[in-house]
């Protein structure tokens, strides 16, 4: 993965933050500690990695450690979604078809999710073939 599809990488981290941030902001007052937390907290582990795997020389560990916790990430985004968390907003229940809010607000999020995991699926294939060059 170059420079260039690393900065790609961040600029999509960030813009799924910010997305992430706007959405978790809305979930139910009883869950601003739990489960959002953890999201929050899941997602700037998987951050984390990111400026990891591009400082370090040998990514082999770092990109493993980064397809775990983006894994983590999905679920805990995905069963967010299942207890009905989307369907919120100022932390009560949307008035308005409140299951078609929470679908729309889930399926943006779950996009970048998906779009970051093509990224770093697409890096650890990269650098496994770099690997393999180097020692043959």
Do not use: C
């Not at 919120?88 to 779950?110: C, M, T």
Request: avoid cysteine; glycine fraction near 6%.
């Amino acid at each position: 993965m170059g420079l260039h599809d690393e900065a790609k990488l961040d600029r999509k981290f960030v813009e799924f933050a910010k997305l992430m941030n706007i959405h978790l902001n809305h979930f139910p007052k009883h869950e601003k500690y739990g489960l959002a937390l953890e999201i929050r907290r899941t997602a700037y582990a998987v951050y984390g990695f990111i400026v990891e795997a591009q400082k370090r020389y040998h990514k082999k560990t770092a990109l493993s450690s980064l397809d775990v916790e983006h894994e983590k990430l999905r679920m805990l985004v995905r069963l967010s979604f299942e207890l009905g968390y989307f369907e919120f907003k100022d932390g009560k229940r949307e008035q308005k078809s409140p299951a078609a809010a929470g679908e729309h607000r889930y399926l943006a999020l779950s996009r970048l999710v998906d779009e970051l995991g093509r990224m770093i699926g697409g890096w650890i294939v990269v650098d496994r073939q770099l690997a393999t060059r180097e020692a043959s």
